[in-house]
């Protein structure tokens, strides 16, 4: 079945990189995305990378994309304070018919 | 800028009420979802409709009921409350029945007493 998994805690201290992991079972995946809900919000669509690319950069943010061990990442290069939210990942299967997969989230704290 | 829209940011209401959660996408787009957050479950969809007047169930169905008479509003109905419906609820919508990216409103959180 399809499924995503991500560890749900990650502290770091501000000005250093964040790396957030996932991992999905769904060998279609065609997109997969990374979404950020700060505290009391909705989700907020952060970035995204087809199933054919390897690596997107969008300034502080690099996805990386194994798709050989089904490994998703999310590096966030100088953590900031703003930073602190949680961070979905979630995957869309060819059969999903623009249904997304969600992880339970990596809540991601920044401390100075 | 889309604009996904929920008509309550708080709601509490009592076992065996029923309970209406409205959304409105301001964007004419085509799809429109209903999620429950929970801790350490992440987002289960609920419902979804592609068209007006359409739904399709999700992974999680039981207990709820969708209306979309227009494109623009979407509807999660809880016949009758209960205590394990209290959640955060997330409406969202994207372009097209293609691959699309889904944007989501602020949430409504639900508490069952």
Sequence with gaps: GEDVEQSLFLSVREGDSSVINCTYTDSSSTYLYWYKQEPGAGLQLLTYIFSNMDMKQDQRLTVLLNKKDKHLS?????????????????????????????GAGTRLAVHP | DVKVTQS???????????????CVQDMDHENMFWYRQDPGLGLRLIYFSYDVKMKEKGDIPEGYSVSREKKERFSLILESASTNQTSMYLCASSRNRGIDTQYFGPGTRLTVL
């Design chain 1, 74 to 102: 999310l590096r966030i290069a100088d953590t900031q304070t703003g930073d602190s939210a949680i961070y979905f990942c979630a995957e869309t299967p060819l059969s999903g018919y623009n249904k997304l997969i969600f």
């Design chain 2, 8 to 22: 309550s940011r708080y709601l509490v209401k009592r076992t065996g009420e029923k309970v209406f959660l409205e």
